[in-house]
């Protein structure tokens, strides 16, 4: 696919001499002659960089420069003016432009200049990838091998190439938004935003202006005209989280749009239309709050087209050792830290702990712990005191007690077997074989790894 570059300057001359020079090169090229019709072609396609003059017709290069770099971060701007000096390239480049060129324009200029800001975007989509693989691709793959998360991973594939808007329940720290995430890499919009709206953070006299955007004037301190999420979703995804904690009024407004597929701003007579897919999100039974009028049933019915159910973590147990070793090398790699072994009792132990705070607490376990026993093998007395004391206080014979999963249906010690096969596999085929590198990445002694491998049947 060729890359593909805008270019806006609202003399003809200059706009086909660069299509010249930019199609010689193989990119592929669009033009317009001013700045509100170049953020209009953003907002609906795929720019790759962009060539824009400082001195337009109605809105200037800079201040069309400032909403590129507010809504478009990652896309180059070149900033190309015929009234140049070193003090306006000094300042488009503090404004964040990728590189500033005089007219009249020369062709190495010009060639040179689009190469490296195509390189530069490939680079910031590269790293994007290995922090991501870093995290140990949670995000994009939602880990685990349980029933209930094989169950999520299939609905996912299914509903994440339509349009069909998405209700995703489950409790606080089960990873709500990362299904959200996983939803909108998966779709036709994935190249294009999601924008995320926690309404439970947000006071409820701003939420309207966050959504919707103000005009300037609107109300005390809306010095400029302001748009707002949906706005700034346009052709990609908005995903509202905790949207039970939403007022009756702003679910009202919300109802309209999803109606009308437009809106107005706060202030403002303009109707604005948008193509936005909606991914909502609750820890809330809804159905309750709709029977105690705390949830229009209306929207309800509109939210809920394909409804999905993030599990508790004690719900998928046996998902816990997988999850447990993926944060934890994420968090060696990313922090610098060595990694630590958990005896068998100690393993057992968060095995049987019901995690309350779900994923999100496993998570934060896993870091402390590696803080405070780097290198070291965790045992049972290292523990939390409010993991070891639910350990205590299980029923003799009865690990798990609120009777969502029994425990003793799955054998422990072949699922981290399991587990661990197919992990030192994976990691080894990374390292293209090599075990002494394998032994550095994932922090084992390699005499230890050797034996590891040759009881897995695993070869180097």
């Not at 990728?98 to 689009?114: G, H, R």
């Not at 990838?129 to 999520?152: F, H, Q, T, W």
């Not at 407004?253 to 991914?279: H, M, P, T, Y």
Request: charged letters at 30%; one cysteine or more.
């Amino acid at each position: 696919m060729h890359s593909r570059i805008l270019v806006v300057d609202d003399e003809e001359d200059i706009r086909m001499s660069l299509v010249g020079i930019l199609e010689d090169e193989g990119y592929e090229v669009r033009t317009c002659e001013s700045g509100e019709e170049a953020l209009g072609i953003m907002a609906s396609e795929e720019v790759d960089a962009l060539f824009l003059d400082i001195w337009l017709t109605g809105r200037d290069g800079m201040d069309v420069l400032e909403t590129v770099r507010r809504d478009y971060s990652d896309v180059p701007v070149i900033m190309i003016s015929g009234h140049g000096n070193i003090e306006t390239a000094v300042q488009t480049i503090k404004m964040g432009a990728f590189d500033f060129i005089e007219k009249p324009l020369s062709l190495e200029k010009v060639v040179v200049a689009a190469s490296k800001a195509l390189e530069f975007r490939g680079l910031q989509q590269e790293n994007r990838d290995l922090r991501s693989r870093a995290r140990g691709n949670y995000v994009e793959n939602i880990s685990g091998k349980s029933p209930m998360i094989r169950e999520l991973r299939q609905q996912i594939d299914k509903v994440a190439p339509t349009d069909a808007w998405v209700l995703i329940t489950g409790d606080n720290g089960t990873g709500k938004e990362i299904v959200a995430r996983a939803l909108h890499k998966k779709s036709r919009r994935g190249r294009r935003q999601m924008i995320a709206v926690n309404c439970a953070a947000i006071p409820e006299e701003l939420i309207e202006s966050v959504l919707f955007g103000h005009e300037k004037g609107a109300f005390t301190g809306a010095d400029k005209t302001y748009p707002g999420r949906f706005e700034l979703a346009h052709k990609g995804t908005l995903f509202l989280d905790e949207i039970g904690d939403m007022s009756l009024k702003t679910q009202a407004k919300i109802l309209r749009l999803l109606e009308e597929q437009s809106f107005e701003r706060v202030g403002g007579r303009k109707s604005i239309n948008v193509d936005v897919r909606l991914i909502a999100a609750t820890n809330k039974d809804l159905l309750t709050e709709m029977k105690q009028g705390r949830f229009r049933e209306d929207l309800y019915y509109r939210l809920n087209v394909f409804p999905l159910y993030v599990p508790r973590l004690r719900e998928r147990k046996e998902d816990i050792p997988q999850l447990l070793e993926e944060f934890m090398q994420s968090q060696c790699q990313e922090n610098g830290l060595k990694s630590v072994a958990f005896t068998e009792r100690a393993l057992e132990t968060l095995v049987r702990y019901p995690w309350p705070g779900n994923v999100r607490e496993l998570k934060n376990f896993t870091e402390r712990m590696l803080i405070m026993y780097p290198g070291q093998t965790v045992e049972l007395q290292h523990l939390p005191q409010e993991i070891r004391e639910a350990e205590a206080s299980a029923p003799e014979g009865n690990p798990e007690s609120d009777g969502v999963v029994d425990y003793g249906a799955w054998d422990f010690k072949q699922a981290r077997a399991e587990f661990e096969k197919d992990f030192l596999e994976k990691k080894l085929a990374e390292c293209e074989g090599n075990v002494t590198r394998l032994a550095e990445v994932i922090g084992l002694e390699r005499s230890y790894l050797h034996r590891k491998l040759k009881a897995y049947g695993i070869h180097g």
